[in-house]
């Protein structure tokens, strides 16, 4: 497992824009896919999107409500993941979680989680 720690998220009006990133400590992320989830009050934890750090393949949750809104990308010298939310609404708020799995088939390593919050 590798540990993952999340920063970035806050308080933004809707229609602003927020950057979250996921940073590993100990180890790099090669040969990991590392995610982006949210849970919102009383939802259930839903997946965003995932990147494959030495492929540098992505992949995205077949949602309408972040299509074209939500992009992940990766920073090789930092080491850290990143998720662009733009255009952002109040029902894009949630707590939002970096995770990695590495060859299995379930994410075993999970961030503290960052809230964010959107007004109206």
């Known amino acids: 497992q590798v540990q993952l720690v999340e920063s970035g998220g806050g308080l933004v009006q809707a229609g602003g824009s927020l950057r979250l990133s996921c940073a590993a400590s100990?180890?790099?992320?090669?040969?990991?896919?590392v995610a982006w989830f949210r849970q919102a009050p009383g939802k259930e934890r839903e997946f965003l999107a995932n990147?494959?750090?030495?492929?540098?393949?992505?992949?995205?949750a077949d949602l309408d409500s972040v299509k074209g809104r939500f992009t992940i990308s990766r920073d090789n010298a930092k080491n850290t993941v990143y998720l662009q939310m733009n255009s952002l609404k109040p029902e894009d708020t949630a707590i939002y979680y970096c995770?990695?799995?590495?060859?299995?088939?379930?994410?075993?390593?999970w961030g503290q989680g960052t809230q964010v919050t959107v007004s109206s």
């Open positions: 995770a990695a799995k590495i060859r299995t088939a379930y994410y075993d390593s």
């Open positions: 990147i494959n750090w030495s492929l540098r393949s992505t992949d995205y």
């Open positions: 100990g180890r790099t992320f090669t040969g990991y896919i």
